[in-house]
């Protein structure tokens, strides 16, 4: 997997919308803090269009991505909000120009997308917290994400009690993202091969019964059967039916992979929590699940 170059003091760094419109005045927070890190926001032309829900058209929100990854002069992409949309841009992005002169996306939710397609074509990506979100993050998330895109190696290790940690240790590249959004893009062009890697999910507002019809298809789909192992980060805001789906959102997924021979790593902080850390995706790691901590170290 290629690692795009990291950033330096002075570089700039795009901020677009693929899905869910935004104002500049929502991006406030993200501003001061690149400017913070010494590095200089460059607003998209989407920030503060209006398509329904939508930044603008598909169009212009595929224009204005496209023209991030071309210019040059960009040294980095940080998606300002999730949502829904950027499924519906993908397959009009030209990454010729990334090819050549690749740049860190960064993002998450919706921005899965991104991160399953840009997997595909060899390149490294950032799963980590948007300018959106910041206001609720905690310290040490958004300094996880200075430290990806700066190149220092945000290693992590955590204390955890829950029973259901699959224990043991393994080696393998990082992939994933979003549950729904993984689910949705099977059999397209932007899903993920699997085998051999380390599987990161988590999701949001989510019913109980749509968890398990996911993660069955990701397990017919043959997305399960061969990972070399599996971290599960939030599994927040769940829903259930009148009548009880019966598990828990973690007992499902275990519960789809209890015929497959690796560890699993459950309340990992990534995703829809306020300690949403920055994961490296395409990076090699080695996972070391325990009953009592788990480990994530870059190799």
């Known amino acids: 997997m290629v690692t795009p170059p990291y950033l330096r003091y002075g570089d700039k760094v795009g901020i677009v919308a693929t899905a869910r419109k935004i104002s ?23 920030i503060g269009l209006e398509d ?19 210019n040059t002069e960009i040294k980095a992409i940080w998606c300002a909000r999730g949502g829904y949309g950027t499924v519906r841009i993908v397959d009009d992005l030209d990454f010729y120009k990334f090819v050549k002169y690749p740049k860190w996306v960064v993002g998450y939710s919706d921005v899965t997308v991104l991160h399953s397609h840009i997997h595909k074509i060899g390149f490294k990506t950032i799963h980590a917290t948007m300018p959106v979100s910041l206001e609720d993050n905690t310290a040490f998330a958004k300094a996880s994400l200075k430290q990806s895109l700066f190149g220092e190696q945000p290693n992590f290790s955590y204390d955890t009690t829950n029973k259901l940690n699959r224990v043991g240790a393994t080696k393998g590249t ?11 893009l099977c059999g397209s062009s932007s899903d ?5 890697k380390i599987l990161f999910i988590e999701d949001l507002d989510e019913y109980l019964y749509h968890i398990d019809r996911m993660v069955v298809n990701l397990k017919r789909n043959g ?15 769940m829903h259930d039916n009148r009548i009880p789906f019966g598990k828990t959102a973690q007992e499902i997924v275990l519960d789809a992979v209890k015929e497959c021979d690796f560890p699993v790593a ?29 480990k994530i170290t870059y190799l």
């Open 24 to 46: 500049k005045k929502e991006l406030e927070e993200g501003i001061t803090l690149l400017k913070n890190w010494g590095l200089v926001p460059v607003l998209g032309n989407t």
């Open 52 to 70: 329904n829900q939508y930044a603008g058209t598909d169009f212009e929100r595929a224009q204005d991505f496209q023209q991030m990854m071309d």
């Open 174 to 184: 990082l992939v994933g993202g979003n549950l729904s959004i993984l689910y949705s």
């Open 192 to 196: 993920l091969d699997t085998a051999g």
């Open 223 to 237: 997305m399960l059967d061969h990972c070399a192992g599996m971290v599960v980060g939030g599994m927040t805001k």
């Open 266 to 294: 459950f309340d990992f902080p990534a995703g829809h929590v306020d300690n949403n850390n920055a994961l490296k995706l395409g990076s090699e790691i080695e996972l070391v699940v325990t009953q009592n901590d788990t």
